[in-house]
């Protein structure tokens, strides 16, 4: 978000929590880029905070609360509704201060996102397809207005590698469930009481593969019964996607432009490969 609407949002969240009964005299930003995530203090809550206009916090909330009372490795909500404050949406979670700040295991990270699929399959709530998502990747690739910096041959690369790949994971045959979405590292969070996933709002339909494709190479090494071509697969079209995604012209993911210069030629690499 822009200072104005970091602003805004952040006085958003504050005077949700207080008319709560929390005490919020501050917040301080965690993440800045299409959504605000704060800690307001002394209260010691986790904010995510989105303009209302693009966000899916109720079928979020929703999936985190469900997988919460079966038991799943996810982080609590603090309350579980969705406050609308100044065209912005509010979700208070739980904050979990960070054990260490080194990397979770392999076999750990594996483990916890098998119980976390395992706790997915209970859950019954229609989510869209992954292939939905790699449509919203296509549609800006073919939206010239919306990413006016993506030359001409990057963007048939782009178009044709999400086409080929969208197509290879679908006809895959595997079975689908529920999946996190984006369960990467920035999404597992290390807790007194062991690693927990955050942030449910990615949450769609695929393969295991498709979940792992976010997940560091060495997790997919621990996670049992994986099809590593699907997963090889897998990986190409989350990098494809993430990489449309810094091209959209209304993208503010800290330092974006340089990495979608930098993915492409990654992406480039692993279609050669």
């Not at 010691?44 to 929703?62: K, S, W």
């Amino acid at each position: 978000m822009q200072a104005y609407e970091a602003q805004r949002a952040t006085q958003a969240a504050m005077s949700i929590a207080s008319s709560l009964g929390l005490t919020a005299h501050y917040a301080a930003v965690l993440h800045n880029s299409n959504k605000l995530t704060l800690r307001l203090q002394p209260c010691d809550v986790l904010a995510r905070v989105a303009p209302a206009a693009h966000q899916c916090a109720q079928l979020e909330v929703d999936i985190a609360q469900q997988l919460s009372e079966g038991g799943s490795p996810v982080a609590a909500l603090k309350a579980p509704e969705v406050f609308v404050r100044d065209d912005y949406v509010v979700t208070l979670w739980t904050y979990y201060e960070t054990v260490t700040p080194q990397a979770i295991p392999p076999a750990d990270y594996a483990r916890t996102l098998e119980r976390l699929h395992a706790g997915m399959r209970r859950v019954e709530l229609p989510t869209p397809h992954f292939t939905d998502r790699v449509s919203e990747a296509q549609t800006l690739v073919a939206d010239h207005d919306r990413t006016p910096k993506l030359a001409g041959a990057d963007r048939v690369f782009l178009a044709g590698t999400l086409d080929r790949l969208r197509g290879a994971v679908s006809d895959s045959g595997r079975p689908e469930q529920l999946l996190h979405g984006e369960p990467h590292p920035g999404n597992l969070l290390s807790t007194p009481t062991g690693p927990l996933f955050v942030d449910f709002e990615t949450c769609c339909r695929g393969p295991i593969e498709f979940d792992l494709a976010h997940a560091p190479d060495e997790v997919g090494d621990q996670y049992p019964g994986v099809d590593h071509h699907l997963l090889r697969d897998c990986r190409t079209l989350v990098l494809a996607m993430i990489t449309t995604w810094r091209w959209d012209r209304d993208d503010q993911f800290p330092d974006g432009h340089r990495l979608g210069i930098e993915w492409l030629g990654g992406l480039r690499d692993a279609t050669a490969r």
